[in-house]
């Protein structure tokens, strides 16, 4: 019982002691963590998908042009920009002179992964 008291009192100062500016970071990625994997109701939420999306994005384009990253970022803005880009792009293959080839491809997967989450009511 000793030990669990003393757990308690150290979340709880960390807790307290959260936004200070050495542990900021911490504490926004572990929030980050919990909003992307602890699920809602079950299914997921429009936002956390939009949200899973932005995130695969960012890590696919970190090592592509700043162009092809601007083009992603402006993609997964919101829902209906997704849904615009996974229309135009994957499904009607329009040419997208920015993203073409295989980052296209993988862009398209990492959206088609997570379009019955945006398409849902």
């Known amino acids: ?3 669990f008291f003393w757990l308690a009192v150290i979340i709880l ?3 307290t002691f959260s936004d200070h500016e050495l542990l900021r970071p911490y ?3 572990l929030y980050g963590l919990i909003l992307d994997n602890a699920p809602s109701s079950g299914k997921m939420s429009d936002e956390q998908a939009l949200r899973q999306i932005k995130k695969q994005l960012d890590e696919l384009a970190a090592d592509w042009g700043e162009g092809q990253q601007q083009q992603l970022t402006k993609a ?3 829902k209906q920009s997704v849904l615009t880009f996974h229309q135009r792009y994957c499904v ?3 040419f997208n002179p920015i993203l073409f080839g295989e980052p296209l ?3 398209c ?3 088609s992964s997570h379009l019955e989450a945006l398409t849902s009511p």
């Open 27 to 29: 504490r926004d990625q």
């Open 92 to 94: 009607n293959r329009d």
């Open 1 to 3: 019982m000793k030990k």
């Open 13 to 15: 100062l960390l807790l």
């Open 105 to 107: 491809r993988q862009s």
């Open 76 to 78: 997964a803005e919101s």
């Open 109 to 111: 997967s990492i959206i």
